[in-house]
């Protein structure tokens, strides 16, 4: 599905990969393959990270949340590894654990607010 916003909720364990539209919404769990969330090795999160990275296919806006800092972690990674990835994410906003549909609220909210922001102010 190719939509133009995207929200991603990240921890060290799994994220949540929702891609969305006006009418369609994707969703995808993506888990991590480290078995210790506090001891994992660079290449369990390199591996989480490609994963999360390659599900985000075909969005043009990506909005990063979590309770954590793997937020930070997967955007620097995507910096250093799929610069055109780094260069959709738009903010990293920390959360707690919300449901799948208070995050496309959440990030339909925002991206009604970033795009506004962004959008020529003599055409809105």
Not at 39 to 57: H, I, M, N
Not at 72 to 99: G, K, M
Request: proline share 3%; with cysteine; aromatic share 8%.
């Amino acid at each position: 599905m190719s939509t133009f916003h995207a929200v991603v909720w990240i921890d060290q364990s799994e994220a949540h990969v929702l891609m969305f539209d006006r009418e369609h919404i994707e969703a995808q769990r993506i888990k991590s393959r480290t078995h210790h969330k506090h001891q994992g090795k660079a290449e369990d999160s390199a591996a989480f990270f490609a994963d999360v990275a390659r599900a985000l296919t075909g969005s043009h806006e990506v909005l990063l949340t979590g309770p954590g800092l793997a937020r930070n972690h997967f955007r620097d990674w995507c910096a250093s590894h799929l610069p055109v990835v780094a260069d959709s994410v738009v903010d990293s906003v920390a959360s707690d654990h919300p449901s799948d549909g208070q995050l496309v609220a959440m990030a339909r909210q925002y991206f009604k607010k970033f795009d506004n922001m962004a959008a020529n102010p003599s055409t809105v």
